[in-house]
């Protein structure tokens, strides 16, 4: 597959789609503070470069990462999170880490350039309003779908969590293929049903691909969404986009479906 970092639009002027949010799993095979994963399409780190990296094991020690790309490896990069902190134990196995790369003396840390290359952690690993990320490598035959979940207001297992309703994020890594009622686990809470699409899952209703999911938790079972729409409605966006120019804006709107 041909590496794409912008699109010229009918005007020749360039639109940019390096900001694009990349999976990459980790490939670390213990609890260690050195993380390692490939991202193997693109040629090397260029500023702004995000991923969502899913943590195999506890993290433990400083942390770096060191990922292999399509013409080698980045070598040892730490990654901080507020500032010029480093993550350490923050994160726990399965958990799914938003980090943007920055090169030396590219962004400020209390008014003064960093002096080292750095992966940051997007979001507040304390903060309850963030949007948790979980990474489901749950077999496809299999209809209890889930695994570990360790953030903040999730791990406990509490019944006020479980019935506290918001929005997860879900990687689901193998298409579904359990003909059933499938169920999905967070943490150490019980088992609740997955609905489709407005639908409880069942045996005429258990296609799930695998893909990036935004779900909501209502507090009693968990909405995936594959027909485009977001699990309350009204706007379309899945796993499909395209890419469609607008002749009036002159811009490209991305078009879910």
């Avoid at 390692?36 to 780190?45: M, Y």
């Avoid at 292999?68 to 730490?78: E, H, P, Q, V, W």
């Avoid at 639908?199 to 027909?227: C, E, Q, W």
């Amino acid at each position: 597959m041909a590496q794409i970092s912008s699109i010229t639009l009918p005007n020749n002027s360039k639109y940019d789609i390096k900001g694009s949010i990349h999976t990459v799993i980790g490939t670390q095979t213990a609890a260690t503070g050195t993380w390692t994963g490939k991202l193997e399409t693109i040629d090397a780190l260029y500023d702004g470069l995000t991923i969502a990296y899913w943590l195999p094991y506890n993290g433990s020690g400083n942390a770096t990462l060191n990922l292999t790309l399509k013409n080698g490896t980045t070598g040892a990069i730490n990654c901080y999170y507020r500032g010029n902190t480093r993550l350490t134990t923050h994160y726990a196995a399965g958990d799914m880490i938003i980090l943007t790369y920055w090169s030396k003396g590219k962004v400020k840390v209390s008014g003064t350039a960093t002096t080292d290359a750095r992966w940051v952690a997007a979001q507040n690993y304390t903060d309850g309003n963030t949007i948790p990320a979980f990474y489901c490598g749950t077999a496809a035959s299999t209809a209890a779908k889930g695994g570990s979940l360790s953030v903040e207001g999730w791990a406990s297992g509490t019944v006020k969590d479980q019935t506290k309703p918001c929005y997860l994020i879900v990687d689901m890594y193998y298409n579904n293929t359990a003909a059933s009622a499938l169920t999905f686990t967070a943490s150490n809470w019980p088992a609740k049903p997955i609905w489709i699409n407005g639908t409880v899952s069942s045996a005429s209703n258990y296609t799930l691909p695998k893909g990036m999911y935004i779900v909501y938790y209502d507090g009693s079972v968990f909405h995936f969404r594959t027909d485009g729409l977001l699990p309350t409605g009204g706007v379309n966006i899945s796993n499909k986009v395209n890419l469609v120019y607008n002749s009036t804006t002159d811009a490209l709107d991305f078009i879910f479906s």
